[in-house]
């Protein structure tokens, strides 16, 4: 496959659908999955990551990234309902999620403010957010970042893919 070819394709409604190219996509995969390794995660597959987003490039992206330092992909579900979410955040012993939206942040901080996802540490998300959403995860210990934020922390320190 030519590394510049077309990977993932996106558009907004009505509009012409942007690629990234196999190159972007497998170095975006690497620097995010550096970036979770120097935050603390492991290249295990033991190491379960939370992935609460719908389909997008950064969905894959991510997926790409645990696969690539051997971690396991677990999807969350918001049609499942906050039961089935803390369930497996939980059973599934997660401490990190990558997010679409802020919305999706501020219901995995709901469980972990009434105590009920006492392993859950870091949200990553893939969209914009407000301060005050990262203020409400450090009241309750867990840390908000931007996935650009993480994959800049992996483009300064890279790993080896395992």
Not at 74 to 101: E, Q, W
Not at 112 to 133: A, W, Y
Request: with cysteine; proline share 7%; hydrophobic share 35%.
């Amino acid at each position: 496959l030519p590394e510049n070819g077309p990977c993932l394709g996106f558009r907004k409604p009505k509009q012409p659908y942007q690629w990234l190219s196999y190159k972007e996509v497998a170095e975006r995969a690497e620097a995010l999955g550096s970036g979770l390794l120097q935050q603390g995660c492991k290249p295990s597959t033991k190491q379960f990551i939370g992935v609460f987003a719908q389909n997008r490039p950064e969905w894959i992206i991510s997926e790409l990234a645990c696969y690539t330092y051997s971690m396991v992909v677990v999807p969350l579900y918001d049609t499942l309902g906050p039961g089935a979410i803390r369930y497996i955040v939980n059973t599934a012993d997660i401490s990190t999620v990558i997010c679409d939206k802020p919305e999706k942040a501020r219901i995995l901080l709901d469980h972990v403010e009434r105590r009920e996802t006492p392993g859950l540490s870091s949200i990553i998300l893939m969209d914009p957010f407000e301060k005050e959403l990262m203020e409400r995860g450090s009241r309750c210990g867990v840390r908000i970042q931007t996935m650009q934020e993480v994959e800049d922390c992996g483009l300064e320190s890279r790993h080896v893919p395992v």
